[in-house]
């Protein structure tokens, strides 16, 4: 589980820092398990915590924001965007 996680959080950091504007990115997600029919794990993206250095600027901002939100099919609300130091 702990693989596929930081799995996860690289290719996407890698993703996000190809955007224009972006700049170095950090990335965290918080996911949950599930147990399918056949008792199968899946990994779920329950939330995202992203450090930017772009994040100053409202428009990329909201770019990553609707990435993520395609990406892993979540509400806005569960994506946190923030200035990296």
């Given at each position: 589980m702990?693989?596929i996680?930081s799995?996860?959080?690289?290719k996407?950091?890698d993703?996000?820092e190809?955007m224009?504007g972006?700049?170095k990115?950090?990335?965290?997600?918080?996911?949950g398990?599930?147990?399918?029919?056949?008792q199968?794990?899946?990994?779920?993206?329950?939330?995202v915590l992203?450090?930017?250095e772009g994040?100053?600027?409202?428009?990329?901002?909201?770019?990553?924001?609707?990435?993520?939100m395609?990406?892993?099919?979540?509400?806005?609300?569960?994506?946190?965007?923030i200035?990296?130091k």
């Open positions: 702990v693989e996680q799995t996860l959080e690289l996407l950091q993703i996000l190809s224009e972006s700049g990115v950090k990335v965290m997600l918080m996911t398990e599930q147990q399918g029919i056949y199968s794990e899946e990994t779920e993206v329950k939330g992203i450090a930017a994040a100053a600027d409202p428009v990329v901002v909201q770019k990553i924001q609707q990435a993520v395609a990406l892993f099919q979540i509400e806005a609300h569960k994506i946190k965007i200035k990296m």
